[in-house]
């Protein structure tokens, strides 16, 4: 096997561990943050004096779901750039077949759009927010009464 070949099956692999790595990390950070919602809303006292202590876990709860939201579409979105990019590689097989060749823009997968890392961005803020948002509310409602 040529080195050309060996740089390509080990950037392959590489490619492959990294796609799933992030994709573990934002389903389990959907999972944690859908528990998080579904502990706050049960939890939650009926009688909080504080009216920060109100808007904060207002604010927590809004940014939970948008961290939700947003990284379900960022998953979403990587399925469907992996199902273009397949879609790809199908039609520069078949013209392999046809012409024989491949040429060189076999390697010109589609790129992903500002928006798609703009979601991403906004789906791990959120969470990142939510935990601040949190703390002000654990503040308001435990230590300001």
Known sequence: MSIENQILKKAEELSTALGKARKDFIKNLITIGTGFLALFVG????????????????????????????????????????????KFLKSKMKEYYEKGKIGSTLFN?????????????????????????????????????
Not at 115 to 128: H, K, L
């Open 43 to 86: 939890l939650k006292s009926e009688n909080i004096d504080s009216q920060n202590a109100k808007y904060f876990f207002f604010i927590t709860v809004v940014l939970l779901v948008i961290g939700i939201m947003f990284l379900t579409i960022s998953l979403f979105l990587e399925i469907y750039f992996i199902r273009k990019n397949e």
């Open 109 to 145: 997968f589609t790129k992903k759009p500002f928006v798609y890392r703009f979601i991403e961005v906004i789906g791990y803020s959120s969470f990142i927010l939510s935990a601040f948002a949190l703390l002000g509310y654990i503040f308001f409602a435990e230590f300001r009464q």
